[in-house]
Every structure is written in structure tokens, then in C-alpha cells.
């Protein structure tokens, strides 16, 4: 816990016997466990520290954090102390410093993230090891958007001349195992969102068309860019994957 409150506070032996330690919980009145609502206060005093601030010694902090405030988001009943913290808090970004979760988005595609970040757009920083689904809760709870949702694309296409003679990359049993993945990805939630929306059913509907030109252009909060070798896309509406 220093990482994350230093020398803030003193701690007991964790070798004291049971009664020992009741007397400490219950008689003196000292914390078992450092609560919820402390690890939401480190956060806060790193982001208001700023620049001042090593990435490493912030991320060894957040990466004891995260967790503790992604169950405290999850749980039903939220602390009284939580809607006023999500209102003021500031995330840690993948450029090393705090900003506005309104500013930043989760990087929830790497290719639309390698295009974006090159014209400035922040991306989240996310602990170790974790995936940004796992942490959506914590991360729409703060506010911070995910990419692929943010995004309007459309595309220039131009349809082959000739018979559509694609090896099709969509057959039955690819439709099929990308379906059983996503009821594997973060105990299905993925899954149902798909089915909801109706992307699921869109997609296994998709048939392949060829194309000789496609321009793909990206939208997001007033930029606009245009990637001109993309290999595919997907127009789900109706059903049709160009490539």
C-alpha cells in the first residue's frame, strides 16, 4: 500500500494474534482495512499534484486502485461519498498525465487508435495485464467514452466491375466461432450488447462484395480522417462487407 499513500498512514503488524488485533478494531477504534473511499482520495491528490509527478511511481498508485474502485462501481448500493468523486476525479492517460474524462477515450480498437492518436486524440491508461472491457464499468462511470462507440464511419466504395468471385473469409463457421467468443469475452456482456443492438444478427447475415476502391473515412468529435488502403468495411446496415 505505500505505493499508494506512502507514508500517509501507519500500519499495524499483520503477525499481531486475533485478540490483539481486536483490541486495536474494536476498542481503539483503528480501520481493519484501508476503505474504498481512501483509495479515492489517493487518486485524487495524484491528479492534483500534476506534472510534478513520475509515470511510474503514478501507475504503481493506480494499479492498486483501479481494482478497488472498479468493485465499488459494480456493487449495487454506491457509496454516498462516489457520485461527487466521479464528478471531480481526472484520469491518468497514455501520454502521462491527468485530464478530463470527457476529453479522453478508451482504446477499444488498436487500428482506430493508431489513426487518432497521430492527429492528438488522448487514450486511458489502463493497469497491467487488465483489458479495457473489463474495466468498461469503472471507465463509464467516469465518463471516459469508448472509441469504436464514438465514432461515425463511412466509405467511398467503388464495386468491381466483374463477377464477385472473393473466397468468402465469412463462412458459417467463422460467423459461428466469433459468436462463441464473444459469449467468452467478460462473462458474456459483450455478447448480449451485440444482441441487443442487433449487430449480432447483422452480422450473421453479412455477405462479401468486391470492391477495386475504398475509402474509409473516420469521424470523431469534429476530426476526420481517411485511411485510403483500409482492406475491408463492414456496412452493418445493410448487411455487406466491402473488400
Not at 32 to 48: I, K, Y
Not at 161 to 188: F, H, I, M, Q, W
Not at 202 to 231: H, N
Amino acid at each position: 500500500l505505500s505505493a499508494v499513500f506512502g507514508d500517509t498512514y501507519a500500519y499495524l503488524e499483520s503477525q499481531y494474534g486475533r485478540r490483539l488485533r481486536d483490541f486495536f478494531v474494536e476498542q481503539v477504534g483503528i480501520e481493519e482495512q484501508v476503505s474504498p473511499q481512501l483509495f479515492a482520495r489517493a487518486w485524487q491528490q495524484l491528479a492534483q499534484r500534476g506534472d510534478g509527478l513520475e509515470a511510474d511511481n503514478v501507475e504503481a498508485a493506480l494499479e492498486q486502485v483501479y481494482p478497488v474502485l472498479l468493485k465499488v462501481v459494480q456493487e449495487g448500493e454506491p457509496p454516498e461519498w462516489l457520485s461527487e468523486f466521479l464528478a471531480s476525479v481526472q484520469v491518468w492517460t497514455q501520454n502521462d498525465y491527468f485530464e478530463q474524462p470527457t476529453d479522453v477515450y478508451v482504446p477499444d480498437d488498436l487500428e482506430l487508435k493508431k489513426l487518432f492518436g497521430e492527429v492528438g486524440v488522448r487514450f486511458a491508461w489502463l493497469p497491467e495485464k487488465a483489458s479495457f472491457a473489463s474495466y468498461e464499468p469503472l471507465y463509464s462511470a467516469l465518463g471516459v467514452r469508448s472509441l469504436v462507440g464514438s465514432i461515425e464511419a463511412t466509405a467511398n466504395v467503388r464495386l468491381s466491375d466483374g463477377a464477385n468471385d472473393l473466397e468468402p473469409l465469412l463462412t458459417p463457421a467463422v460467423k459461428k466461432a466469433v459468436c462463441a467468443y464473444l459469449r467468452t469475452l467478460n462473462s458474456s456482456r459483450e455478447y448480449e450488447r451485440a444482441r441487443t443492438n442487433g449487430l449480432l444478427e447483422a452480422f450473421l447475415r453479412t455477405r462479401e462484395q468486391q470492391v477495386t476502391d475504398l475509402i474509409v473515412s473516420y469521424s470523431l468529435d469534429g476530426l476526420t480522417v481517411e485511411e485510403s488502403d483500409s482492406s475491408g468495411y463492414w456496412q452493418h446496415d445493410q448487411c455487406v462487407l466491402h473488400r
